[in-house]
């Protein structure tokens, strides 16, 4: 679950980006993912393992349309409980 609401965030914070860049063309971003604790569904904050390929498909589908649209994502998990943006390329 948490491999497809984070990958709405990631791609709002991609997008995010990418405007204060002034990028009309995202290709490449790379991305951290650890642990992250979220609440959902009526549950509180908790953590759950994150499956990179649920994450890499649930990019796609919300990228879809959007300047990010084909854009390869290089996805690193990481220790610790957060996820970062560490780059992001386009024109
Ligand atoms: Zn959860």
Same mark, same amino acid.
């Given at each position: 679950?948490?491999?497809?609401? $984070?990958?709405? &965030?990631?791609?709002? &914070?991609?997008?995010?980006?990418?405007? %204060?860049?002034? $990028? +009309?063309?995202? %290709?490449? /971003? +790379?991305? &951290?993912?650890?642990? #992250?604790?979220?609440?959902?569904?009526?549950?509180? &904050?908790? /953590? %759950?393992?994150? +499956? #990179?390929?649920? $994450?890499?498909?649930?990019? +796609?589908?919300?990228?879809?349309?959007?300047?990010?649209?084909?854009?390869?994502?290089?996805? #690193?998990? #990481?220790?610790?409980?957060?996820?970062?943006?560490?780059?992001?390329?386009?024109?």
């Amino acid at each position: 679950m948490h491999d497809f609401l $984070l990958a709405k &965030e990631i791609v709002d &914070e991609v997008l995010a980006v990418a405007k %204060e860049k002034r $990028l +009309s063309k995202v %290709e490449k /971003v +790379s991305v &951290e993912i650890g642990l #992250v604790a979220m609440a959902h569904d009526g549950h509180g &904050e908790h /953590v %759950e393992d994150i +499956s #990179v390929e649920n $994450l890499r498909f649930g990019i +796609s589908a919300v990228a879809k349309n959007t300047i990010l649209d084909g854009a390869v994502f290089d996805i #690193v998990k #990481v220790a610790g409980e957060h996820w970062r943006l560490t780059a992001i390329d386009g024109e």
